[in-house]
């Protein structure tokens, strides 16, 4: 124990529910799920039990994507899991997922359902079962599954360091945010080197190593996560502000950014998504129009 640092861990640490941080209400130390609910299932082969923060987006991008190539194999629902009101403990979302944590997959087209949850691995699932957005040449499918393992082991930093210690903590503690802050910077010019000589991470065609990066990175320029982007002077890492500007322009991604989405504009609201027509007609500004028309 010194002044600048007047807590000394215990021994043995408590868990005190109360400790005054964001999620604190839903964030536990043991695994398993706190109540019985019945996972819903739909009419598709695919249905994804998630919400809109950057690591479900990852999945409606590319489900949206392959509906876009022509997969009708790929028609999804998507279920909303509001990771705040615990819905990750449901009994039925466990079953998906044993890590508590949207995303999660069940393929329904398998001989028995097949279950898939983390982000990365439900990406190349998918980029497998449907033969597209990964490389099938040597070389090129590893540089692509580098840098999809790279976004599944750097974000965490971002989410979990930076995003935590920035905007979610109950006091701003200096060491953290620079500690994060730090290394956010670093990956952000890892990104920007990369892409100064590369159109897309994987060289010239559009992967699931772009889905998995521009939901976190893309979003930290675009100024959608954390709104940090002054922070960490977003807009200085130009050739990601270029990649991060043409990936935003895909009609697919602009759709896929917006299922299982419970927060900014109305418009860009589609809480669950069972079908195509679904963006047209029941996003949550189309739906309150609806509830007030007597
Ligand atoms: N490595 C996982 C991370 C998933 C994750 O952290 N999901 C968050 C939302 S972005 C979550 O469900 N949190 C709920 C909780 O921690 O209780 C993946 O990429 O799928």
Same mark, same amino acid.
């Given at each position: ?7 000394? !861990? ?6 005190? /529910? ?6 604190? +209400? ?13 996972? !819903? ?7 994804? *039990?998630? $919400? ?6 990852? %999945? ?5 994507? $392959?509906?876009?190539?022509?997969? +009708? ?22 079953? =998906? ?14 001989? +028995? ?25 040597? @070389? ?16 965490? *930093? ?10 979610? #903590? !109950?006091?701003? %503690?200096?060491?953290? %945010? ?8 670093? /990956? ?6 990369? $892409? ?16 998995? %990066? ?6 930290? =320029? ?10 960490? @002077? #977003? ?18 991604? /602009? ?13 860009? @609201? ?18 309150? #129009? @609806?509830?007030?028309?007597?």
């Amino acid at each position: 124990m010194n002044e600048a640092s007047p807590y000394a !861990p215990a021994k043995v640490w408590k868990w005190e /529910q109360e400790n005054g941080g964001e999620f604190a +209400s839903t964030n536990r130390p043991i695994a398993g799920p706190t109540h019985d609910k019945e996972r !819903p299932v739909g009419k598709h082969p695919l249905q994804l *039990y998630s $919400l809109a923060t950057p690591n479900g987006v990852k %999945i409606t991008i590319m489900l949206e994507e $392959l509906l876009a190539l022509g997969h +009708s194999g790929a028609e999804y629902d998507a279920w909303l899991i509001n990771i705040r009101n615990g819905d990750q403990f449901g009994s039925g979302f466990v079953e =998906v997922n044993p890590n508590s944590k949207i995303p999660a997959l069940m393929d329904h087209s398998t001989k +028995s359902p097949t279950r898939v949850f983390e982000s990365g691995a439900i990406l190349l699932y998918l980029a497998e079962k449907f033969g597209a957005f990964l490389p099938t040449e040597h @070389q090129a499918r590893t540089e692509c599954l580098s840098w999809l393992f790279w976004q599944m082991g750097s974000a965490p *930093y971002l989410g979990g360091g930076f995003g935590h210690f920035y905007v979610y #903590a !109950p006091h701003k %503690i200096e060491y953290a %945010i620079d500690r994060f802050t730090m290394e956010t910077k670093r /990956q952000l010019d890892v990104l920007d080197r990369h $892409l100064a000589d590369h159109r897309y991470m994987s060289g010239d065609t559009y992967t699931i190593a772009d889905m998995a %990066i521009w939901p976190w990175y893309g979003n930290v =320029v675009l100024n959608k996560v954390y709104e940090a982007a002054e922070f960490l @002077q #977003a807009e200085t890492y130009k050739n990601l502000s270029r990649w991060t500007h043409e990936i935003a322009g895909r009609d697919a991604v /602009q759709r896929g950014r917006m299922v299982n989405r419970i927060s900014g504009p109305l418009e860009e @609201q589609l809480h669950e998504r069972h079908d195509a027509s679904d963006f047209a007609s029941k996003t949550q500004d189309k739906r309150q #129009a @609806q509830n007030a028309t007597p």
